[in-house]
């Protein structure tokens, strides 16, 4: 199994549910030895899982996560950097697309317990084509106190992703 692709999915795991341990009991309901097997090639998911797997990231997270795999495979430097790269880059596009005043910014309340109990806020940022089933998002788990900060304050929520983002959500999501 490539590494690079287990870290961003492990990320995205802690990211979205605090610990790969309620995800692979919780959501795929399985043992510790299956999850550590699959995540060493060892074992396969079934389709039923791997969706699961595959909805912890948008349509346009999960083509990014495939870039960001096909350039650690030409460029095997950049292997110990692909989660923090793959970060990166969705703060770059989420203020590309605003900077744009194509995308659209919203905070969406929370999805799980986990994200209630520590306290996180999810940020989406989208693009329409006007065609049903077919925008692009990337989505960024924050710490909760960032609602207080835009609420409370003259800047606006477009122009503290523009200014905040990439720092706020790279530097409370390192190693996870």
Same mark, same amino acid.
């Given at each position: 199994m490539n590494r690079v692709y287990i =870290?961003?999915?492990?990320? %995205?795991?802690? +990211?979205?549910?605090?610990?790969? /341990?309620?995800?692979?009991?919780?959501? #795929?309901?399985?043992?510790?030895?299956?999850?550590?097997?699959?995540?060493?090639g060892q074992r396969t998911l079934s389709s039923e899982m791997m969706q699961k797997v595959k909805n912890l990231f948008s349509d346009y997270e999960w083509m990014l996560m495939q870039k960001v795999l096909r350039q650690t495979a030409l460029?095997? =430097?950049?292997?110990?950097? %692909?989660?923090? +790269?793959?970060?990166?880059?969705? /703060?770059?596009?989420?203020?590309k697309w #605003?900077?744009?005043?194509?995308?659209?910014?919203?905070?969406?309340?929370?999805?799980?317990?986990?994200?209630?109990?520590?306290?996180?806020?999810?940020?989406?940022?989208?693009?329409?084509?006007?065609?049903?089933?077919?925008?692009?998002?990337v989505s960024f788990r924050l710490p909760a106190n960032i609602q207080q900060q835009i609420e409370g304050s003259p800047v606006g929520l477009l122009e503290w992703v523009n200014e905040n983002l990439e720092e706020t959500y790279i530097k409370n999501n390192q190693g996870k």
């Open positions: =870290e961003i999915i492990v990320s %995205a795991i802690i +990211e979205q549910y605090g610990s790969e /341990t309620y995800f692979y009991k919780e959501q #795929l309901q399985i043992e510790p030895d299956y999850w550590e097997a699959w995540k060493k460029f095997p =430097e950049k292997r110990n950097l %692909a989660v923090s +790269e793959y970060k990166r880059l969705k /703060t770059k596009i989420a203020q #605003l900077r744009s005043r194509l995308g659209e910014v919203e905070m969406l309340p929370f999805q799980t317990e986990a994200q209630k109990e520590h306290a996180f806020i999810n940020l989406k940022v989208s693009i329409s084509y006007d065609e049903w089933g077919f925008d692009d998002s």
